[in-house]
């Protein structure tokens, strides 16, 4: 039995007043109490313990840092959190509602008319090539193009007034965008209605993940922020479920009650942001009351020890201010690994090849052979999986980490598409009737497949890690950038799909599954691991980081 003595460090004249309390062994030492650590005391240790993966490895156990800060989960916390969430509810709603529209007969022979008679009465063209249309494909990413745009606009009201304005902005577009989406008469009016939409989410994409990584505890951060893609998902299953109702209804007008439904997640996120409290992060950061930002933790936590995250956030808010250009310091050395992940992340997202599925699940089950109904019934079914597994995600988020779901969902990702790709390339002719019954029902499996492997890994994970990677200086930039970025690559993909299609056949699941493979790579080398980590301690992971600490160096506290 190992003899173990407690050693407390009680500083005279202690920043905030904490205790520092470390035992030491012969083989580990651990921190057993919370702790907040004076400079000089910190500087002490750290010169005896340095917490780094040489120390780790040979038998330095650091503590959880998700468990520095106190404080739990609260209802009140969750009723905010999934207030703002609906903002992925309104995401998921134009994801799965534009898809399930573009498959209905009426809204193409209203406004597409070339491709609902190529459809039905071309008997000549290719299975692959039936929908391609770049009037179509631009109905479905104007929306993306807008919020590129937007997001700029959002990142600078984010970080001038708060996440609260821009979420209730979001909403607020959205809301015009349906109304106009649900009374178009022309494709100008559609257009400009998607525009309209784009708009509304690329704010609410901007402000809900920064909302919900700022409110979250840091040890639920994962899971409180993953249950943005959970309402993504919500979102996209209510709309493929209306849309399958609305192509029942007799006269050709169903898709109109499709696009204008859109309006009832819209006013929820609109008022229902009204009654939304701010961050104690943007508290901190738009004003110098300190206090009240200290009322809305002890809020927020339940617990009147705030101290220690109260003072990591004043610290963050100091170095924000001085940081005059955030775009031009994101671009610096010392952010180097942000604005990597900033861009990389929200790129192999959408080259995962999701947005594909969910834009054009239904045209792309009817190029494979399915009836208009049972295309959009298919739909409902991947949009099931995708919503259990990300729940899923949720769950498990913050106890195997954030780089193991990356890595097992990129395998699942890549076998399933492999197999997808073969399959057309064998059995789907390029002309004439479409799979068989067995060959098209294993190809709808095998999407539910790779939709669980997205759903679990880069579906929520894709939001969560950019929301939690950058310091309170660069935040708002960062964010804006992987939103951007997000859209940008939405609206290409989604452009240039059914041209790729038609082009490429069953090689297009070879051409994502490839990337899939290169993301899987890349989060194995470069990603570092962030689950527990407080959000305002986040430089930590890069200064330990094997390839990125030679970028980012030393904490300044160190030298």
């Not at 534009?98 to 299975?127: A, H």
């Not at 590129?148 to 902005?169: E, H, M, N």
């Not at 294993?442 to 492997?453: E, K, R």
């Amino acid at each position: 039995m190992k003899k173990t003595q407690d050693k407390i460090y009680e500083p005279k004249t202690p920043r905030i007043g904490w205790t520092v309390r470390y035992r030491f062994s012969c083989s580990h030492v651990r921190l057993i109490s919370p702790i907040k650590i004076p400079h000089s005391i910190d500087n002490t240790l750290n010169s005896i313990f340095p917490l780094s993966v040489k120390a780790m490895a040979v038998g330095f156990v650091p503590a959880d840092e998700g468990g520095l800060y106190t404080g739990r989960i609260t209802p009140f916390v969750v009723l905010s959190c999934m207030m703002a969430a609906m903002g992925g509810v309104i995401f998921g709603y134009d994801i799965g509602i534009s898809g399930g529209v573009t498959s209905m007969e009426p809204f193409l022979k209203k406004f597409f008319p070339q491709v609902y008679t190529r459809m039905k009465d071309d008997k000549n063209i290719s299975n692959y090539c039936k929908f391609d249309s770049e009037l179509l494909t631009l109905f479905t990413s104007s929306l993306y193009l807008a919020g590129l745009v937007a997001s700029f606009f959002a990142s600078f009201v984010t970080g001038a007034y708060g996440r609260k304005p821009s979420i209730v902005a979001g909403g607020a577009a959205f809301l015009a965008g349906a109304a106009l989406n649900g009374a178009a008469v022309s494709i100008y009016m559609l257009i400009l209605g998607r525009v309209l939409l784009g708009v509304g989410v690329g704010f609410a994409n901007q402000a809900v993940p920064l909302y919900l990584s700022e409110m979250a505890p840091a040890k639920y951060r994962g899971a409180f922020n993953n249950g943005f893609q959970l309402s993504v998902g919500i979102g996209a299953l209510a709309a493929n479920l209306i849309n399958y109702g609305t192509e029942k209804i007799d006269g050709g007008f169903g898709w109109r009650i499709s696009l204008a439904m859109a309006a009832v997640p819209a006013s929820a996120l609109t008022l229902g942001a009204l009654f939304l409290p701010e961050t104690p992060n943007s508290l901190i950061q738009l004003n110098s009351n300190h206090e009240k930002a200290k009322k809305m933790l002890q809020k927020i936590r339940r617990t009147e020890n705030v101290e220690m995250e109260l003072d990591d956030l004043i610290k963050a808010s100091e170095n924000s201010k001085t940081a005059k250009n955030p775009y031009g310091k994101i671009a610096g050395r010392n952010y180097r690994p942000q604005f990597v992940m900033s861009i990389a992340i929200p790129f192999f997202q959408q080259v995962t090849g999701i947005n594909v599925i969910a834009f054009y699940a239904p045209i792309l089950f009817r190029t494979i052979g399915f009836g208009e109904s049972a295309s959009l019934l298919s739909a409902v079914m991947t949009g099931v999986v995708g919503i259990a597994t990300t729940f899923a995600s949720m769950v498990i988020v913050d106890r195997f980490g954030r780089r193991f779901l990356l890595i097992i969902g990129g395998i699942v990702m890549f076998a399933s598409q492999m197999i997808v790709g073969s399959v057309m390339a064998a059995e789907l002719g390029d002309r004439g009737g479409g799979l068989s019954r067995g060959y098209a029902d294993l190809v709808l499996v095998l999407i539910g497949v790779y939709v669980a492997g997205f759903g679990v890994s880069w579906g929520p994970l894709g939001w969560l890690i950019p929301s939690e990677i950058f310091p309170m200086e660069i935040r708002s930039a960062g964010q804006s950038i992987s939103v951007a970025v997000n859209f940008l690559f939405t609206f290409l993909v989604g452009q240039t799909f059914l041209t790729m299609l038609c082009r490429l056949k069953s090689g297009i699941f070879f051409f994502f599954g490839g990337w899939v493979a290169v993301m899987t790579v890349f989060v194995y080398l470069l990603l570092p691991e962030t689950k527990n980590i407080p959000i305002e301690q986040m430089e930590m992971v890069w200064r330990e980081h094997w390839f990125w600490k030679k970028f980012v160096g030393v904490n300044k506290d160190d030298n």
